[in-house]
């Protein structure tokens, strides 16, 4: 949980699967109707779309997380691979 991507990822991934998961608990239940059930998925696609726009919002929350040692991304910091030539 040290690095930007799995803070960020995390954040992300736990908002979109709680919101389909209400939405499961919704459509799953006995008493539904038809209307009901298309409201909730129509709600659905418009917040999976909405989230895309997003990025920047989760990156800073990301960021912000007391977690988080550095503020880069972990191949940022990566060292640049030296391939060795062997020559015959």
Known sequence: ???????FLTNLWNDILERVNKTNKVLQSKDVDMLVAMNHLKSLK???????DKFNEYELKGK?????????????????????????
């Open 46 to 52: 418009t917040y999976l779309q909405e989230i895309r």
């Open 64 to 88: 912000s997380t007391h977690r988080c040692l550095g503020s880069d991304y972990s191949d940022a910091n990566k060292r640049e691979r030296k391939l060795s030539v062997r020559l015959a």
């Open 1 to 7: 949980m040290e690095k930007l991507e799995t803070i």
